[in-house]
C-alpha cells in the first residue's frame, strides 16, 4: 500500500483516478491545483504523485521544477496525447515517467506499479554496501555514494541520469539493449514510440561534454543500444 496524490483539475479525471489508485491497494486522495500539490509535497509521506500537465493555476512543467525544489518523490506526468514537447520538457524538469491521456486502469497500474518499485527497490543500498568505483579514462563513478566526477570536476547527474550511466558502468564496453538499459532504469519495458531513454540519454552526454556526433565515453550503436568506453 502506498500514498499517492493526483493532481489533477478535471473533477470526471481526478474521481477516476482516485477510484482506480484505490483499487490497487493505495491509499490515494487529489487536489486540483499546483499549489495545492505543492503544499502536499512540502509536507511529504507520498510515494508517488501523478500530475496532469494542464494545471489552471501554474504551467505543469514549472509545477514539476517547484515540485522537485520540495520533494524526491516519484512522479508520473499524465499528459494529452500527440504532446511530445511537453513531455520532454517534463521528463527534463524531473519528471520520472509519463503516461498518455486517455488510459486504461490497467495501463495506469503497470506504470504505478512500475514507478512504485523502482523507487522502493534495494539497489541504491546494495550499491551502498558494496562501494564500488568505476573508473574509464578521466570519468570516476562512485556507485556507492551515487558521485560522479569528470577530469576532477563533479557532475550533477539526476536520479535517472545517474541509474542510466551506472547501469552501463557495471559492464564497461558492453553494448547494452535499449530494452535491458529501460528495463534495469525504469524498472518496465519500453515501446517502440517511447522517447524516455532517448531523452535522458540525451542529458546525460550534454553533461558528460559530448555529443552523439563526436562521443568520447557514451556510444549509441544504432538500433541496438549503447555503449560506455573510455576514449581511445
Ligand atoms: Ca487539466
Not at 36 to 60: F, M, T
Not at 185 to 210: I, M, N, P, Q, Y
Amino acid at each position: 500500500m502506498s500514498r499517492a496524490l493526483v493532481v489533477e483539475d478535471d473533477p470526471a479525471v481526478q474521481a477516476a483516478l482516485v477510484h482506480a489508485l484505490r483499487g490497487l491497494g493505495h491509499v490515494a486522495h487529489a487536489v486540483g491545483t499546483a499549489a495545492a500539490a505543492l503544499r502536499e509535497a512540502a509536507v511529504g509521506g507520498l510515494d508517488i504523485v501523478v500530475l496532469d500537465l494542464g494545471l489552471p493555476d501554474l504551467d505543469g512543467v514549472a509545477a514539476l521544477r517547484m515540485l522537485r525544489g520540495v520533494s524526491n518523490v516519484p512522479v508520473l506526468v499524465a499528459t494529452a496525447r500527440g504532446d511530445e514537447e511537453s513531455v520532454v520538457r517534463s521528463l527534463n524538469a524531473g519528471a520520472d515517467d509519463y503516461i498518455v491521456k486517455p488510459f486504461s486502469g490497467t495501463h495506469l497500474a503497470a506504470r504505478i506499479n512500475a514507478l512504485l518499485r523502482r523507487s522502493k527497490s534495494p539497489s541504491a543500498q546494495e550499491d551502498a554496501e558494496r562501494e564500488d568505483v568505476v573508473e574509464l579514462g578521466a570519468l570516476r563513478i562512485d556507485l556507492g555514494t551515487r558521485q560522479v566526477a569528470l577530469d576532477g570536476e563533479a557532475l550533477e547527474l539526476s536520479r535517472r541520469e545517474f541509474d542510466l550511466l551506472a547501469h552501463l558502468a557495471r559492464q564497461p564496453g558492453r553494448v547494452v539493449g535499449r530494452r535491458e538499459l529501460f528495463q534495469a532504469v525504469w524498472g518496465r519495458a519500453t515501446t517502440a514510440d517511447d522517447r524516455t531513454l532517448d531523452v535522458h540519454t540525451s542529458w546525460l552526454r550534454r553533461k558528460l561534454g559530448e555529443t552523439a556526433a563526436a562521443p568520447r565515453y557514451l556510444h549509441t550503436v544504432r538500433g541496438v543500444g549503447y555503449r560506455l568506453t573510455a576514449p581511445g
